[in-house]
């Protein structure tokens, strides 16, 4: 064999952020010392993932991807609700 020779590490991953945005229940971003970005959601692989930092397979964050999506977007309609009430009238 004669030269050059070149290599390249390779490592296992996986599809998943291994991280991703930290979210609370309603699926909305927390800044580093916990405090919520008004406005800001993530959901899916965007997300930090309910599985940890892994990827468990094909088709595994779907049904966290619609659950996060469905809390932002009940958060969202609350927080629409409570802009429009009346003063002193209680959101539903």
């Known amino acids: 064999m004669q030269g050059p020779f070149y290599a390249a590490k390779i ?3 996986d ?3 291994k991280g ?3 979210t609370d229940t ?3 971003v927390l800044r580093a010392d916990g ?3 008004e406005g800001l959601y993530a959901a899916g692989n965007s997300s930090t993932p309910v599985m ?3 990827y468990a397979g094909p ?3 779907i049904g966290p991807a619609l ?3 469905y809390l932002a977007v009940m958060d969202i309609v609350e927080k629409a609700r409570e802009e429009k009430a009346p003063t002193g009238a209680a959101s539903k």
């Open 11 to 13: 490592v296992p991953g």
């Open 15 to 17: 599809l998943g952020t």
């Open 20 to 22: 991703g945005l930290v």
């Open 26 to 28: 309603a699926a909305r």
């Open 35 to 37: 405090s919520v970005i």
């Open 52 to 54: 940890g930092h892994t």
């Open 59 to 61: 088709g595994a964050t």
């Open 67 to 69: 659950t996060f999506g």
